[in-house]
């Protein structure tokens, strides 16, 4: 059962979470947003906009996310997909230069266990 409802939930800048991604459908839950509870080992909960350069980088870590896996209704990612990523695996891709565009609005506040807000915020994608 999930701890966590999106109309409840907050993102990284304390205010309501929003959608990250319907096409393809993204998140934990596969609900479109960021939403995690205690069974979200990963906390899938930053929000972003894919670059090549990460999925390579993805890819050479051990997670290839642009191949589609059927079985799991997985169409992979292509450049310019919004998707909820491993708070850890952004970090990794943060401090080796390849970290994607995050959408803070859309990136579940529990992120903030793992990653620090300025560096969020250093590759914001959504901040006016």
């Known amino acids: 059962m999930r701890d966590d409802k999106s109309s409840e939930a907050l993102n990284v800048l304390g205010t309501e979470l929003e959608v990250c991604g319907t096409d393809p459908m993204?998140?934990?839950?596969?609900?479109?947003?960021c939403n995690t509870d205690a069974h979200d080992r990963g906390s899938h909960t930053v929000c972003v906009r894919v670059?090549?350069?990460f999925?390579?980088?993805?890819?050479?870590?051990?997670?290839?996310l642009m191949t589609p896996v059927?079985?799991?209704?997985?169409?992979?990612?292509?450049?310019?997909?919004?998707w909820c990523l491993c708070a850890s695996r952004w970090n990794d891709a943060f401090k080796a230069g390849?970290?994607?565009r995050v959408m803070l609005r859309s990136t579940h506040e529990a992120?903030?266990?793992?990653v620090k807000l300025e560096d969020l915020k250093?590759?914001?994608?959504?901040l006016s």
């Open 122 to 126: 250093q590759v914001a994608g959504d």
């Open 51 to 53: 670059t090549q350069a």
């Open 55 to 64: 999925l390579e980088f993805s890819r050479d870590q051990g997670n290839d």
């Open 111 to 114: 992120a903030l266990r793992l």
């Open 26 to 33: 993204t998140g934990y839950f596969r609900d479109g947003c």
């Open 70 to 82: 059927a079985e799991f209704g997985f169409p992979g990612l292509k450049e310019g997909d919004r």
């Open 98 to 100: 390849v970290a994607p």
